[in-house]
């Protein structure tokens, strides 16, 4: 995917404010923006967050606007519990929506995919490549903003892993659209093919 520049927001920044204690921040001297007097400053870091969606954004519509971008939709699952019959379930009845998007995940999501006919993206990420897990891969990603939406199926039975928890605040703090369940998936795909369409007339 092409990227024309980073947002000049500082995400990683506003990444540490929300992992990392005042004290820690401090310490570090990083994330000054966001630290006035030992207390965070809340509305300044909105008003970065809300920058932020307004530079990604309008990324976005100069690249489609140049035939450059077709979105990437990462899914992440694993073979546990509900999670790959509900992640079957959902490719089965959306794979219609789903071919008009560029489509990569973890080992078990693009396998399933292709099970359906669906092409994934060269850089799937598959454990081990690199030396890295398959979630640090995909935190890779979203930092170099190759992914715009992430669709969890997870057994809502178990505890996501830490990982998985740390890549749900990364994708928060670089404003991926994200979905932990098929219904919220399910809307947010339609929604977005429905953007696609727009943008291509």
């Known amino acids: 995917i092409h990227v024309l520049h980073k947002p000049t927001v500082p995400i990683n920044a506003i990444t540490f404010c929300s992992h990392e204690s005042i004290a820690g921040i401090q310490a570090k001297g990083i994330c000054k ?11 300044h870091m909105s008003r970065l967050l809300l920058r932020q969606v307004d530079e990604m954004n309008a990324l976005e519509v100069a690249a489609s606007a140049e035939g450059q971008s077709t979105p990437t939709i990462a899914f992440v699952a694993y073979a546990n519990g509900s999670a ?11 794979q219609h929506l789903l071919r008009s998007f560029r489509l990569t995940g ?14 994934t993206a060269i850089d799937t990420v598959k454990a081990g490549k690199g ?23 997870m057994d809502p039975a178990e505890a996501p892993a ?5 890549l749900y605040s990364m994708v928060d703090s670089y404003q991926v659209y994200k979905a932990t369940n098929p219904m919220s998936a399910a809307l947010m795909l339609k929604w977005q093919h429905a953007e696609l369409a727009c943008s291509s007339h």
Do not use: N, W
């Open 131 to 153: 030396g890295q897990g398959e979630i640090q891969q995909l935190r890779v990603l979203v930092a170099s903003l190759k992914i715009r939406a992430i669709f969890f199926f």
């Open 162 to 166: 830490a990982d998985v928890q740390e």
């Open 84 to 94: 790959e019959p509900m992640l079957r379930c959902f490719v089965e009845q959306h």
């Open 33 to 43: 923006e966001a630290v006035a007097d030992s207390q965070p400053d809340i509305a």
């Open 106 to 119: 973890t080992g078990l999501a693009c396998t399933t995919l292709q099970d359906f006919g669906l092409a």
